[in-house]
């Protein structure tokens, strides 16, 4: 199977803290990869320096062959992160916000049916003209799925995607991560969710003090 992402000795030290211990790990195309730990253990540090919100304090990441850094161009073309408190500009509509990221992208092509189809399995149809600050946690988490799902990727990052959703929000996002691992998307989500952990964890990472151990 080919390798979408690849982690090689990635580490982050703030001081004397050691916030990640050196990690190596790769995660291939249709494959979910769950990451598990108690707060506060480095799951999302890890995320964030996956995604390039944090620079690392050493080792690689490559998705689809490309560097993190030296290719940072062809990476976000290729990779998308959706933490667990998404943020939003504040002069626009959701409706706005996915039109924005389709442009950015450049996949307008049947952008008013895809946008509507999806803000309707998410339940956010009847606010698409609202302001992201009027929703509640659990709306704007549906909402960064949304602006994820808009566009192409092929390794997503997900932040406790379920820490603010109903119980039918998970079962819509259980659909979804099968769905994009059936279309060959490399997916790394952390979660405390048995549900996350038990239905799509094909390979489950954990984390403690910093310290990733992959099965």
């Not at 080919?2 to 190596?24: C, G, H, M, Q, W």
């Not at 952390?190 to 549900?195: A, E, K, L, M, R």
């Amino acid at each position: 199977m080919a390798l979408r992402l690849v982690v090689t000795e990635l580490s982050k030290k703030y001081d004397s803290f050691i916030a990640l211990a050196p990690a190596s790990f790769g995660l291939n195309a249709g494959e979910i990869a769950v990451l598990s730990g108690p707060n506060g253990s480095g799951k999302t540090t890890l995320l964030s320096c996956l995604s390039g919100l944090v620079r690392p304090s050493g080792g690689t990441v490559t998705v689809a062959d490309f560097d993190l850094y030296r290719d940072e161009i062809e990476v976000r073309r290729r990779l998308v992160y959706v933490p667990d408190v998404p943020h939003f500009y504040l002069e626009l509509t959701a409706w706005e916000h996915l039109r924005f990221i389709a442009m950015a992208n450049e996949v307008t092509q049947d952008f008013d049916q895809r946008a509507e189809e999806l803000l309707r399995k998410l339940g956010l149809w009847e606010a698409k003209d609202l302001f992201p600050h009027h929703f509640s946690r659990g709306m704007r988490l549906k909402l960064g799925l949304a602006l994820a799902l808009i566009r192409p990727f092929e390794v997503i990052l997900l932040d406790e995607p379920t820490s603010a959703l109903d119980i039918e929000g998970v079962g819509l996002l259980i659909n979804e991560l099968r769905h994009l691992r059936e279309q060959s998307a490399a997916v790394l989500l952390t979660t405390h969710d048995p549900n996350l952990i038990n239905q799509l964890g094909d390979r489950r990472l954990t984390i403690q003090h910093g310290v990733i151990e992959t099965d």
